[in-house]
C-alpha cells in the first residue's frame, strides 16, 4: 500500500518530543545536582546523598536547610511559571503572552511590597496576601476583557495598563517608604531564591504537580484552541468553560510561585517559545515548558549565585534574557512581513 | 447514520442588536447535497454558523433528529454536525497530519492517544483531499488552495452525518473545484452524507446539487430542486441581474448565462 508511511512522521515526531522530555529532564536533573553540591562549600554528589538521607551530618545545615528548599523553589517556580506562560501564549494565540499580561505577578507584588513596607508583616504572611492579591488582580482583569464576549486584544490592552499602574504604584511605594525596610521589599521587585523556608515549600509542591495534572489533562482541548474559537467549538469543545478553567489554573501557579520566590522575570514568557523551538509545534508542550522553565530558573541561579564577580538574585540574571528574545521575535516577525 | 434530520423552525438570529436571519425555516435534506445561493452579506455564513451552534439563535428552535442542539452534549453534536468555516487560521508551524488529526476530538477517549478508528479516518480524509503528500509539511507554508483541502479533510476525519461547507471551493482553480465537488458526490453517495455548502458559482451549483435554498436579505425566498426554482426571475431575485437560462449539454441541469449591460441584449 503506498501509504504505508503516512504515519510514519506523525511518529517519529512524537518519538522525538518524548526524547527531547527525557534530554529536558536530564538536564534539571544535573542543574539540580550542581546547585546542590556547588556553593561556598562544594560536597560531592555522594556526600549530598548521606546527608540528605541522613546517613550523614556533614554539611546537614548548608545541604538540607539551605540548598535543598532553594533547588526545590527553582524546579518548581519554574515549573509554575514555564507552563502558565505556554498556556497563555496558546490561549490567547501570541507569542509575547504571559501571565503578567492578566495582572498576577503584578498584584501579587504590589500586595507583598505594600505589607512589607506599610504594615510590616511577616514572609508567610505576606506570601498569603500576595497569593490573594493576585487572584483578585486577574479575576478583576479578566471580568474587564470578558465584557461581552472574550477579546484577546481587549485582555492584552487592560493588562498592560493594569500593569503600568502596579509598577507605578509599587515604585511609589519604595520611593516613601524607610530606606531601611526597602531591601526587603526589593527581593520582591526582581525574583529572588534567598531565604527560601523549607515550611513554605510542600504547599508550592503540591500546588504545582496538581495544577500540572489538571493542565495535562486538557491538553487534547488545548491543542485545538489555536485553530480559534470556532473550530474548537465545531471540534465539541466548551471553548469558554476550557479557556476559564486553563487561565485559573495559570492564575493559581503563578500566584503561589510569586508568593514564594517573587516574579521571576522572563520564565513564563520564554519557556513556552524554546519549548516549542525544541519540540515542535504538534503537541500541546506542557511538559516540555515546564521542564524548560525549571532549567531556565536552575541556570539562573546557578549563574547568578557562583559565575559572576558578585551575586545577583535569579530574577535580575533571567530578566537579561527577556530582551534579546523580544528583539528577537520583532526581527523574526518584520522578516515575515507581519507585526 | 441516522442522526441527520435536521431541522430550524422560525430561527432568528444575529450580531449585537443586528438581526440578520428573519425567521427561516429550514429541514434540511437528508443524505443529500443541497448548496446555499445567495448575494455576498445575504446571510448565508450567518445560516450555517448557526446551524452549527457558532451562533445561539434569539428566537426560533433547532433540532437534531427531534432534540433541540442546546440540549445535546457539545461533543455529540460534533460526531453528527461538522463544518468549514469561511475563513480558517493556520497555526504556525503545525504540520498538515497533526492538524487533520485534531477532527478527531469528538471521537477520542479522555486520555489515550490516537486509536486504530482515528489513523483510518485521517488517511481517508487526506486521500480524499489528495494531501498525504503533504502530511509532513508546516501548514503555514502551503498556498491557499493546499491549505483549504487541508481544512475539508480536517472536516472530513470528523466523520459527521452531516457536513456544511462555506465555500469550501473559493481558494481554488477550477480543476480543484471540480475535483472537490466530485469527492464529496462521492462522500455523500457512499456514506449518505448529509452536505449543505455555500457556493458562488450558479452553473457547478445546478451541476452537483440535489437541492437549491435561495437567500435574499437573511430570509429563504426559495428552495427546490435545480430545474425547480432555477429560472431568469429567481436569477433575478437573488443577484439582480438579467440572465438566459439553457440547459447543460452534458448533465441537462440549468445552466446560467449572465447578461452584461454590454451585451446590447433585451430580455
Ligand atoms: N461578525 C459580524 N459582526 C457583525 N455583523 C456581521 C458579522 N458577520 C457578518 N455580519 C453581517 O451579517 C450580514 C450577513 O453576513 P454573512 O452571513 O456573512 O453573509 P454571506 O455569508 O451571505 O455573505 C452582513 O450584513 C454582514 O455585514
Ligand atoms: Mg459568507
Known sequence: MKNNNLFEGVKSRRKKYILSLVVLWLIVLILFCLNMTIGEKNYSPLQVINTLTGHSSEGAYLINKLRLPRSLAAVFSGIAFGVAGNVFQTLLRNPLASPDIIGVSSGSTAAAVYCILFLNMNRSLVSVVAVIAGVLTSVLIYKIAYIHSFSANRLILVGIGTQALFTAFISWMIMSASEYDVPTAMRWMNGNLNGIVTDSLPLLIVVVISCLLAIICLRHQMVSLPLGDSYATILGIHVNLVRTVLIVLSVILIAFATAITGPIASIAFLSGPIAKRICGHNQANILSSALVGAILVLAGDFVGQHLLYTRFPVGVITGLLGGPYLIYVLVKQNKGGQL | ?267
Request: hydrophobic share 40%; with cysteine; proline share 4%.
Open chain 2, 1 to 267: 447514520m441516522n442522526s441527520n434530520t435536521l431541522i430550524a423552525k422560525d430561527i432568528q438570529a444575529g450580531y449585537g442588536q443586528k438581526n440578520i436571519l428573519q425567521s427561516v425555516n429550514i429541514h434540511i435534506p437528508e443524505n443529500k447535497i443541497s448548496v446555499i445561493l445567495g448575494s455576498n452579506g445575504s446571510g448565508k455564513s450567518t445560516m450555517l454558523k448557526t446551524f452549527c451552534r457558532l451562533m445561539t439563535p434569539t428566537a426560533g428552535l433547532i433540532t437534531l433528529d427531534g432534540t433541540p442542539l442546546s440540549q445535546i452534549k457539545s461533543k455529540d453534536i460534533a460526531k453528527s454536525i461538522g463544518l468549514l468555516p469561511q475563513t480558517s487560521i493556520a497555526p504556525e508551524g503545525i504540520k498538515v497530519a497533526e492538524l487533520v488529526s485534531r477532527g478527531r476530538y469528538p471521537h477520542r477517549q479522555f486520555m489515550t492517544g490516537l486509536n486504530k478508528d482515528d489513523y483510518k479516518a485521517i488517511e481517508e480524509a487526506m486521500e480524499a483531499m489528495k494531501i498525504t503528500e503533504l502530511a509532513d509539511r508546516s501548514i503555514d507554508e502551503l498556498s491557499g488552495g493546499q491549505r483549504q483541502r487541508v481544512f475539508i479533510a480536517l472536516a472530513l476525519a470528523q466523520e459527521t452525518d452531516i457536513l456544511f461547507l462555506d465555500e469550501p471551493t473559493t481558494y481554488l482553480d477550477i480543476a480543484y473545484q471540480i475535483e472537490i465537488l466530485d469527492l464529496l458526490k462521492e462522500l455523500n453517495k457512499k456514506r449518505g452524507t448529509t452536505i449543505v455548502m455555500v457556493l458562488h458559482d450558479i452553473n457547478l451549483s445546478t451541476k452537483y446539487a440535489d437541492y437549491l435554498f435561495a437567500m435574499k436579505d437573511g430570509t429563504l425566498i426559495k428552495q427546490g430542486t435545480p430545474s425547480e426554482i432555477i429560472t431568469e426571475d429567481t436569477i433575478r431575485k437573488i443577484y439582480g441581474i438579467d440572465s438566459v437560462i439553457i440547459r447543460d449539454p452534458i448533465s441537462d441541469s440549468p445552466f446560467v448565462i449572465p447578461v452584461s449591460a454590454h451585451d446590447n441584449y433585451l430580455s
